[in-house]
Nanobody, 120 residues
Framework: VQLQASGGGLVQAGGSLRLSCAASGGTFSNYALGWSRQAPGKEREFVAAISWSGRSTYYADSVKGRFTISRDNAKNTVYLQMGSLKPEDTAVYYC??????????????WGKGTQVTVSS
């Protein structure tokens, strides 16, 4: 499966953004999906994950209550709705997919990232 993330940009602290990740080349519902991010000078970190059906979602403590992951299996797209953004959310955001794991660190399909910059 190929993944293409979009929707990043520059936003003020407290604002919102919605990231999208469109998938092609596979049966979308066969994949668990997730988002990770990497800030300059830092290691990549888990942000959120969603199960194959979409019924289960998981979040990093740092984004819980502010971010929402969702998927539309009819549109082959996974979303990350980000609210109450903070400067520390600034990073390149990556979407990922796996047929076998909900652990984003173990996902084996990755899209190119999209830059999110939050100004104070």
């Amino acid at each position: 499966v190929q993944l293409q993330a979009s929707g990043g940009g520059l936003v003020q602290a407290g604002g919102s953004l919605r990231l999208s990740c469109a998938a092609s080349g596979g049966t979308f519902s066969n994949y668990a999906l997730g988002w990770s991010r990497q800030a300059p000078g830092k290691e990549r970190e888990f942000v959120a994950a969603i199960s194959w059906s979409g019924r289960s979602t998981y979040y990093a403590d740092s984004v819980k209550g502010r971010f929402t992951i969702s998927r539309d299996n009819a549109k082959n797209t996974v979303y990350l709705q980000m609210g109450s953004l903070k400067p520390e959310d600034t990073a390149v955001y990556y979407c990922a997919a796996s047929m076998t794991s909900l652990d984003v660190d173990l996902m084996n399909y990755w899209g190119k990232g999209t830059q999110v910059t939050v100004s104070s």
